[in-house]
């Protein structure tokens, strides 16, 4: 007889359980095939947790920008593109840092007549309910196109030719600030950043039609908060083109223009807008405003103000400014914090800030670092200081002040600041 044999082979190792299930297949097809056919909010939640958390961060913009909330998302999208990213300082927003720094860093790279304007206008419908702050260290001017055979003739005092300044606008932001209501702080530098020895003073030259197109949008933009030029070469009458167009202005609190070249004209402009706007805070630190300036300043904080921070480091108000901003302090009630350091003082301002210490019950901090008060210039803001019972700091490093004073203004002062750290303790809800 005629047997057959069957030889049946078998894994040890397979099981049901290694076969996925049509969910699960469904899900990877859903995840492979996103850009093309974009599935997501039809999902049931445990669904839309794996599709997201399997998505790519490359996938374009235009595809998850609006479709895609999930932080957990964006925040992968962040981490795999930036070593450090502080959320914090994004409004704990993941999806607002992408966006934020995505346009910052087109910006940083833009080259006007290269880059395409468009890479720019095809993000703003993407991002603009999530720009809140801008921050651009960075603003390349074009590349000249007809570029001088020799360049030996350019200055080595930060100023070209007028050939070379010609080519040298650059990008006008308009378009994209006006595009952003949501928009409250715009931090710019018109400069290259890390050039080397392609150096050239054109790199850093920000052009009087840069400024009338800056001026533009910044007027335009209502929701600005925030405004800071600093380290751009802003002189007096690009200073009076952005005053102009902050007159009025409903929310701007903060402004600076600090490390440029502002004189005595440009602060007499800002001190014009002092008083017909809602500043807050003014920054002018390392200009070139002398006591005419500081004249100008000090008479709108008498006059009309809000006032409450102004640095003036590193200018050369001398003492007749810095008499004329101590005259205007003792009526000023909106002023907490004054920065007078390296400004050439000496003994009559430290004389009458005395007065002022003695009358004025707003100011928290005054800065007189680096500055030649002498020893009567001590002894007088000591004397000022006796009964004061509000100011909590008051710098008086490298003012060639008399050791003792020193140390008996600080004995004052630190006595002011645990009363306010011991007010605040006990008016805190247990």
């Not at 860093?105 to 720019?120: E, R, W």
């Not at 004025?360 to 007189?368: A, D, G, K, V, Y």
Request: charged share 25%.
């Amino acid at each position: 007889s005629y047997y057959a044999h069957h030889c049946i082979t078998e894994d040890p190792s397979w099981s049901l359980v290694t076969i996925p299930h049509l969910t699960e297949l469904c899900l990877q097809h859903i995840v492979q095939n996103f850009e093309k056919n974009p599935i997501l909010d039809c999902l049931l939640p445990e669904h839309q947790r794996k599709v997201l958390d399997r998505l790519s961060t490359s996938l374009p913009l235009t595809v998850t920008a609006n479709l895609v909330s999930d932080e957990e998302y964006w925040k992968r999208c962040c981490t795999e593109r930036w070593q450090v990213c502080d959320v914090s300082n994004y409004g704990d927003s993941w999806k607002r840092m992408f966006f934020e720094r995505h346009l910052e860093n087109i910006l940083k790279c833009f080259i006007p007549n290269i880059t395409d304007p468009n890479q720019v206008l095809e993000l703003i419908p993407l991002c603009k309910g999530y720009v809140r702050k801008l921050e651009i260290n960075q603003f390349l001017p074009p590349v000249e196109v007809d570029k001088k055979e020799e360049r030996d003739d350019l200055s080595d005092t930060g100023r070209d030719d007028e050939f070379g300044k010609v080519f040298m606008q650059h990008y006008d932001l308009r378009d994209l600030i006006t595009a952003l209501p949501h928009l409250e702080e715009l931090h710019l530098i018109y400069g290259v950043k890390d050039c080397g020895m392609n150096f050239e003073w054109n790199l850093f030259y920000f052009t009087n039609q840069d400024c009338i197109n800056l001026a533009a949008a910044v007027k335009m933009c209502r929701s600005l908060k925030v405004f800071k030029l600093t380290q751009s070469n802003v002189d007096d009458e690009k200073t009076k083109q952005l005053a102009r167009s902050f007159m009025d202005h409903p929310c701007l609190v903060e402004l600076n223009l600090s490390h440029n070249l502002i004189r005595d004209k440009g602060a007499q402009a800002l001190g014009k807008l002092i008083s017909r706007s809602r500043l807050e805070t003014l920054d002018l630190c390392n200009n070139q405003i002398s006591h005419l300036g500081a004249q100008a300043l000090a008479q709108a904080l008498a006059e009309k103000s809000t006032l409450t921070s102004l640095n003036l480091r590193l200018n050369c108000v001398e003492d007749k400014g810095g008499e004329a901003i101590a005259r205007a302090l003792l009526t000023n009630t909106t002023l907490k914090s004054i920065h007078l350091g390296s400004n050439n003082l000496s003994e009559p301002t430290a004389t009458l800030f005395s007065q002022v210490l003695a009358q004025n019950t707003t100011l928290r901090s005054i800065n007189f670092s680096c500055n030649h008060l002498g020893l009567d210039g001590g002894k007088q803001l000591l004397e000022g200081l006796a009964d004061n019972k509000t100011l909590t700091e008051l710098d008086l490093r490298q003012t060639e002040v008399d050791q003792e004073a020193e140390y008996l203004i600080h004995q004052i002062v630190w006595a002011n600041r645990e009363a306010v750290r011991l007010q605040h303790a006990t008016a805190k809800p247990l």
